[in-house]
């Protein structure tokens, strides 16, 4: 548990520091996008998974790259279409030189996965990673391979084009801690962009932190303390999204088939923990779950057709329920 002790305000002095290296680092390729770049971050620093969505062209593929880079991990992009197999992304045992079965990798097993266009492959393949981004393993054969840490998947959605796509299954949705929207960039911003990338100024990135600084902040995280207060709005904040139950909203009742799950609080907990740390204190308060309430909701929470035909975004709910 983290007290005031030198060591662990230097820990926290040293997370705060390295965020702020790492964001300078990044915005050198990446020009804006501020909220959705803090947002990627804390979920890395709270051992979670992002899921990014956004229409073409708005650098996320690159953004995922300048980010593994600036983190010094091993880095695989997956390219999700509808043939893929679960094999091509976990691996398959072939046969050796000497007829015996050798198990062959596959580009999961990296630190940080880029899950390009995940909703354009089947549910068969898009399960593969279920047991990945939970247990930080595989089984292939009935035998069972662990990956190394840190890992993290960064799965990318285009919202706009639906034609030959497969929604991504519950469970799976579940299992990414935040759904990050990636909006169009303001107008200064693209015209820096614009200049940025149609001269031959190149701008690299450097190393910033290695896989055990990660593991270390991670662990970090886990040890701050919450107050009770925080934990109970948390869990009350997810429970009033589940309509019918005790807690539920009355915009739960009326426009919501069905709610957050208890991973909902979990991540709520841990992701404000992980801002706090970020902000320079010691504990999160109440405005800190707030904060991080829509990425962490939006994506467990579905709306009904009530909600549809009187035009109500997910957004809109959530804004709700934290008024109240």
Request: net charge neutral.
């Amino acid at each position: 548990m983290i007290n005031n002790s030198t060591n662990d305000v230097e820990a926290i002095n040293s997370l705060r520091d390295s965020y702020n290296k790492l964001s300078t680092e990044i915005k050198k390729v990446i020009i804006g996008q501020d909220d959705v770049l803090k947002e990627v971050l804390i979920t890395i620093f709270s051992r979670g998974h992002c899921l990014l969505i956004g229409v073409p062209g708005l650098a996320k593929t690159l953004l995922v790259t300048t980010i593994a880079k600036s983190l010094g991990l091993k880095f695989k992009r997956i390219q999700f279409t509808p043939d893929l197999m679960p094999s091509d992304i976990i691996g398959t045992e072939i046969l050796d030189e000497n007829r015996q079965f050798k198990f062959v990798k596959g580009p999961l097993f990296a630190n940080f996965i880029l899950a390009d266009e995940i909703n354009r492959t089947p549910p068969k393949t898009q399960a593969a990673l279920l047991e990945a981004m939970q247990e930080r393993s595989v089984t292939a054969a009935n035998n069972q391979y662990l990956l190394e840490e840190p890992f993290f998947v960064l799965a990318t959605q285009n919202p706009i084009e639906q034609e030959g796509t497969y929604p991504l299954p519950e469970a799976q949705l579940d299992r990414f801690m935040f759904n990050t929207i990636l909006d169009y960039p303001k107008f200064d911003d693209e015209i820096e962009i614009v200049k940025s990338t149609t001269s031959n100024i190149q701008n690299e990135t450097s190393n910033i932190l290695s896989a055990q600084d990660i593991l270390f902040y991670q662990q970090l995280i886990r040890k701050v303390p919450v107050n009770d207060n925080v934990v109970k709005y948390a869990v009350n904040l997810a429970a009033s999204t589940r309509p019918t139950k005790e807690k539920a909203h009355s915009f739960a009742n009326k426009f919501i088939n069905w709610g957050a799950g208890p991973r909902a609080s979990q991540f709520l907990i841990i992701a404000a923990k992980t801002l706090s740390v970020l902000n320079g204190k010691f504990s999160p308060d109440i405005e800190d779950v707030k904060q991080i309430a829509h990425p962490v909701l939006r994506h467990r929470i579905s709306k009904n057709y009530k909600a549809e035909a009187e035009n109500i975004s997910i957004d809109n709910i959530i804004d709700e329920l934290l008024k109240s």
